[in-house]
């Protein structure tokens, strides 16, 4: 496969990913798929938002700096100006910019997925029902122990919907970074033998 076909298919690869995050950090704002969690976030000093949703680590990391450079090395597969050595060359900056990208929603995730979410929570310990994040201190322990998951009361399933979309956002981050690293490889390799153009420049 030439370096223009390899980017064709990092470019896709990386276009449907991004929508999968895009989505993924868009539905994590609305637990029990509820927009009043999002309005009463903050009231009286409450959280009703996990932190890590906050981060919008889908958006912005999985989202806008996976979706800039997957334009970018999109081009480089057409015949036009980016289709030359000096476009693949600056594709190897771009897929960097994925990179830090991918990074940065697998670490948002990853938080997310250690921390747990915050949720209207009581247990044996706290009697009193209170806006909080019951498993922080967890370290993510509270994975294999799916009784305490009843510690929360509202949203409803709030674990398990937290838990299928940052492990969904970690999954993705992975394959961007992976992509993107691959065309970092893909760049220079079109950089210095050229394209599959008898042409370049």
Known sequence: ???GKCSKVVAISLYVLALVSIICSIILLFPDFKSQYVSDDG???QPRLTPEVKY???LIGGGAMILVPAIHIHLTSTKGCCNNRCGMF????FAAV???GALYSLITSSL????GPVCFWRNDDSPIPQWGAPFTNSSGGYLNDKEIWD????PENVVEFNLALFLTLLLVA???GGLCAIQMVNGLVGCICGTCRDDDD
């Open 174 to 176: 992975i394959l961007q």
């Open 43 to 45: 009231k009286d000093g």
């Open 1 to 3: 496969m030439c370096t």
């Open 90 to 93: 600056l594709s190897i900056g």
């Open 151 to 154: 510690w929360c009361l509202e």
């Open 112 to 115: 997310g997925l250690a921390n």
């Open 98 to 100: 994925g990179l830090l």
């Open 56 to 58: 919008m680590g889908g």
